[in-house]
């Protein structure tokens, strides 16, 4: 039989200091605790999930005394949903603990030389800020602790609960909550998954069950932009002609600021729409954007920077720290739809954009033509496997590299490449300053870290955008 194991909760700890990823820790006799549910200052107890020999991990399941650093939550919906993990702290600590952040990581893991770390930019608006949300339709409801148990003593049938329209509960791949407000979008994005949620429930159309794979009304997509476009995208898992027709009228009719509606018929598996089709039902397809004086077209699957006046910060920090003289050839690595390229591009010689996604290359494209920058030129492939030495002859030698890659950082390949080709400038654009700085570290064979920039894209969550420039060691 396998050894059941051993329930230890640590009581009363004194929460000393912010980890990571959103957790916490304190120091019991050595060992150090890594903490969810819990800001420090609070004392509280914690059941722990994983117990080492120098270090332990849990939540917390009983706070004593709360924080003199807590404000209460401005949504109902905070500890529950998962989308906002810092709500409990006041903007300021949360600037302060990323900028910690920012600190720790780049001094523990790169291990290099480094300059003072710059004070963090945070947002002029740090609520309503994202210009794309994505909801779920699931049959799956999830229902906290107190409410299903006041459910099953009054035998109401908690296991037959209506479906939820909302988020994914943090760590539930299959369970929704069911959102009233969301505060991250301007209004009418509640107005519009609620329609949409009391429309299937009148008309007996289900929602979709993962496990089952079965239901019809599945997701809901919306873009909103500062030109005042609006894009809803509602995702079916099959094809209800007479239902759909319906529902997109009744959308059209009562949220007249719509610009474009979609559908999408999504049979698979999974909530992935990068290879569906978005079908066009009213509108031109796409919204238009602007960053400064640039404008972007963006299409049901680009990829753009969820908070628009934040993006226009981050890249002007980037603009400014590639020192820009027009004489240069600008490499713009990870491009995406080329928005940071193309923001760039006024003070480059000559501008080339690599990016894996080929639909986000097409929009860089059209992006470029819309904004009349003839010397901008991109290319679709990953990233490793383009950038190679006849890549760099053809196309010129690097005067200054712009590497923005995802979460897990740049390929070990993709490294060595950039030290081979010594561009004298390189400018990081992470959104992971652990990868950011375990990257630093192999770069720091050629290059110095000069100037560094925290950069807050997302307030009353525990991610951090920094952007690095670093110049090649004469």
């Known amino acids: ?33 890594f903490i969810e549910g819990a800001v ?36 109902e919906h905070f500890g529950v949903c998962g989308g906002c993990q810092w709500q409990m702290l006041p903007y300021e600590k949360q600037l302060f603990y990323k900028q910690k952040q920012v600190s720790d990581n780049l001094t523990r893991i790169a291990k290099i030389e480094l300059p003072a770390i710059a004070p963090i930019i945070g947002a002029d608006q740090t609520e309503q800020y994202r210009n794309k949300m994505e909801y779920t339709f699931a049959t799956r409801k999830y229902i906290p602790t107190e409410e299903f148990r006041r459910l099953k003593a009054a035998g109401e049938g908690f296991e037959n609960q209506p479906g939820a329209a909302g988020f994914h509960v943090r760590g539930f791949f299959d369970k929704v909550v069911e959102i009233d407000t969301c505060h991250l979008q301007s209004e009418p994005t509640n107005e519009i998954r609620k329609t949409i949620a009391a429309f299937a429930i009148e008309n007996g159309l289900p929602f979709y069950d993962i496990k089952k794979h079965e239901g019809w009304i599945r997701n809901l997509l919306i873009r909103n932009s500062t030109t005042g476009e609006l894009m809803v995208n509602v995702v079916m898992a099959y094809e209800d002609e007479a239902a759909r027709t319906r529902l997109l009228d ?14 999408t018929i999504n049979s698979k598996n999974n909530d992935s729409l990068q290879d569906q089709t978005p079908l066009i039902y009213h509108g031109k397809g796409y919204i238009m954007e602007k960053l400064e004086d640039l404008q972007f077209k963006i299409s049901p699957k680009s990829f753009f920077q969820t908070n628009t006046k934040q993006a226009e910060k981050l890249y002007a920090v980037t603009r400014e720290f590639a020192e820009l003289d027009g004489t240069q050839l600008v490499y713009d690595l990870y491009c995406g739809t080329g928005s940071i390229g193309l923001f760039v591009s006024k003070g480059a010689k000559k501008l080339v954009g690599v990016e894996m996604v080929a639909d986000a290359i097409e929009d860089a494209k059209e992006n470029a033509a819309l904004n009349q920058v003839e010397h901008a030129s991109f290319f679709a492939g990953d990233v490793i496997d383009i950038c190679d030495d006849a890549f760099f002859a053809e196309h010129g030698k690097a005067d200054v590299v ?73």
């Open 250 to 263: 009744l959308l059209l009719q009562k949220f007249p600021q719509i610009t474009t509606l979609l559908y």
């Open 402 to 474: 712009i590497t923005d890659p995802p979460r897990a950082g740049m390929h070990e390949k993709l490294i060595k490449k950039l030290l081979e080709i010594a561009a004298p400038v390189v400018v990081y654009v992470s959104c992971n300053p652990a990868t950011q700085a375990r990257d630093l570290g192999l770069l720091s064979e050629k290059y110095r870290v000069t100037r560094i920039q925290p950069v807050d894209m997302f307030p009353h969550t525990l991610h951090i955008e920094n952007v690095v420039q670093l110049k090649l060691i004469q």
């Open 1 to 33: 039989m396998r050894k059941q194991k051993k329930t230890i909760v640590l009581e009363k700890l004194l929460v000393q200091d912010y980890a990571a990823e959103g957790k916490s820790l304190a120091r019991v006799e050595g060992k150090v605790v």
């Open 40 to 75: 420090p200052g609070d004392i509280v107890d914690v059941l722990l999930t994983k117990n080492k020999s120098d270090w332990a991990e849990g939540y917390t399941v009983k706070i004593h005394e709360l924080s003199a650093d807590r404000v209460i939550p401005f949504c």
